[in-house]
Nanobody, 126 residues
Framework: QVQLVESGGGSVQAGGSLRLSCAVS????????IGWFRQAPGKEREGVAT????????ADSVKGRFTIFKNNTEAVLSVYLQMNNLRPEDTAMYYC???????????????????WGRGTQVTVSS
């Protein structure tokens, strides 16, 4: 079992910034690909960014504006999503996910699955 808890969402104006956090704990948490996804009302869930042993990946819509990074402590892995220059179209519920099937390597966004957090809401106003 892997547990994920997101935090850091909120409401900002366009052009603003937010930093989301995903606290990852549980079995072999360090051996997972961690991804950030988002889902807006009426839209399908989409991948935003992943971080794994093979590096980083970003969706084209967030490249140059969002940065994924992590910080390990002994008990908890924290994975962050720094979001700059936010746009109204970034409004969504943001989720983090952990996929341990590939020893830390990340599959594509559509192939990532495993454990999910409950999400944190990001709202960007124009």
């Amino acid at each position: 079992q892997v547990q994920l808890v997101e935090s850091g969402g909120g409401s900002v104006q366009a052009g603003g910034s937010l930093r989301l956090s995903c606290a990852v704990s549980g079995d072999a948490y360090s051996n997972n690909c961690i991804g950030w996804f988002r889902q807006a009302p009426g839209k399908e869930r989409e991948g935003v960014a992943t971080i794994g042993t093979d590096g980083y990946k970003y969706a084209d819509s967030v490249k140059g504006r969002f940065t994924i990074f992590k910080n390990n402590t002994e008990a908890v892995l924290s994975v962050y999503l720094q979001m700059n220059n936010l746009r109204p179209e970034d409004t969504a519920m943001y989720y983090c996910a952990a996929d341990g099937r590939f020893a830390g390597h990340c599959p594509g966004f559509s192939g990532l699955d495993g454990y999910w957090g409950r999400g944190t809401q990001v709202t960007v106003s124009s």
